[in-house]
Structure formats: C-alpha cells, structure tokens
T-cell receptor, first 112, second 116 residues
C-alpha cells in the first residue's frame, strides 16, 4: 500500500518562505509530485522529482531524498494567492497502471 | 496540456438514489481515474478505468457501489449507487499526461455531491 504524511496546516507571512514536508511509504516508488488545489478547484500540477535533489520551477522548488523516503515543497516570495491546499503524491508503478496516490494534504494560509 | 470536462458540477440527491457522473477528455487516453475527496480531506483513488476492460477498484471500493463505464478512449462515467449521506463528497476524474514519461496528471473540476 501507500502512505504519505504531511503537516495538516501551515501559516506564513506574505513575502516569506515556507517548506511543506512529505514522508512516504510505498511499495513501488516512481517519483514524487506536488499538486496545488484552491478551494473549489481542481488539483493542478506543480512539480515532480524522479531523482534525488532539488527541482526549481520559478518560486516553487521541490526536493527528494529517496533514501529517506522524504521530500518537500519550498515556496518562496509567498503571495496571498498561494493560500491553498498542497498535496504530495506518488505514482505506484507496482500496480502496472501508474496510479497516483495522494498525501494527507497541507493547508497553507498566507497572511499579510 | 489536457482539458477534462465533468458533469454535473454539483448535485443534491435523495438517499437511496443513484447519480451518474460523466467525464470527457479532449485526447485519447488508455486509462482514466476516478477519485473521491471528502470535505477538507485528500484525494482517494476509487478505481482505474481502462477502455475495453472492467475497471480496477482500490481497497474499500466495490463495483456494485461505484459502477464505472469506459465505452471509448475519451469518455467515462462513474455511478454512485444507493446513496447515503456518507457519500457526500467531491468526485473527480483524472487522466495522466498524454506525453510519454510526463508525470503530470490532469483533473476535472469535480462533481460536488450532497446526499440528503
């Protein structure tokens, strides 16, 4: 099975940096992704790590350590519009279908 | 990129009835996925819908309760049968990126179901 744990809530100030952690257990690891979901909206893809290290995409970066079964999403220069829920997700190639399984989710609140 | 259209966007249903949710994607894909998201919670995979074969259900979900159709490579339906208030949730369909090796998944806007 799959298990992905995240902090449930994070609050940060506009302009600051915030890190959202994800620890996972999965039988067939095939990369760690991050998704953003605003209230009432669909999840949208942010970032992906297939290998260890840091991936940077604008204000968002994501890190993976496969040996530690751990990753994080780093959001810089926070803006009010970044207030949303963030989910890490793993693709389980072991099922043969590349199913995507989501973490518990972190609700980020950005305050002025 | 991919465009996924779901309908209805929301519905309020009486307990004991059934609702069929439709999902249309704008490109042919082998697999489509159905998720449930209970209020304030994460997304839980219900089943994988392959065209031309029966859907594959995750633990805790059964075909009698959530029958799925996949008549072609761009369309799927999920039926929530014999509904109870516990079925009140958002149901989302999804596809993987059509690009080879592209890890991105795309989601419909979801169907917000309330069972009364």
């Amino acid at each position: 099975g799959q298990s992905l744990e995240q902090p449930s809530e994070v609050t940060a100030v506009e302009g600051a940096i915030v890190q959202i952690n994800c620890t996972y257990q999965t039988s067939g690891f095939y990369g760690l992704s991050w998704y953003q979901q605003h209230d009432g909206g669909a999840p949208t893809f942010l970032s992906y790590n297939g290998l260890d290290g840091l991936e940077e995409t604008g204000r968002f970066s994501s890190f993976l350590s496969r040996s530690d079964s751990y990753g994080y999403l780093l959001l810089q220069e926070l803006q009010m519009k970044d207030s949303a829920s963030y989910f890490c997700a793993v693709r389980d190639a072991g099922t043969g279908a590349n199913n995507l399984f989501f973490g518990t989710g972190t609700r980020l609140t950005v305050i002025p | 990129s991919a465009v996924i259209s779901q309908k209805p966007s929301r519905d309020i249903c009486q307990r004991g009835t059934s609702l069929t949710i439709q999902c249309q994607v704008d490109s042919q894909v082998t697999m489509m996925f159905w998720y449930r998201q209970q209020p304030g919670q994460s997304l839980t995979l219900i089943a994988t819908a392959n065209q031309g074969s029966e859907a594959t259900y995750e633990s805790g979900f059964v075909i009698d309760k959530f029958p799925i159709s996949r008549p072609n490579l761009t369309f799927s339906t999920l039926t929530v049968s014999n509904m109870s208030p516990e079925d009140s949730s958002i149901y989302l369909c999804s596809q993987n990126s059509p690009g080879q090796g592209n890890p991105e998944a795309f989601f419909g806007q979801g169907t917000r179901l309330t069972v009364v």
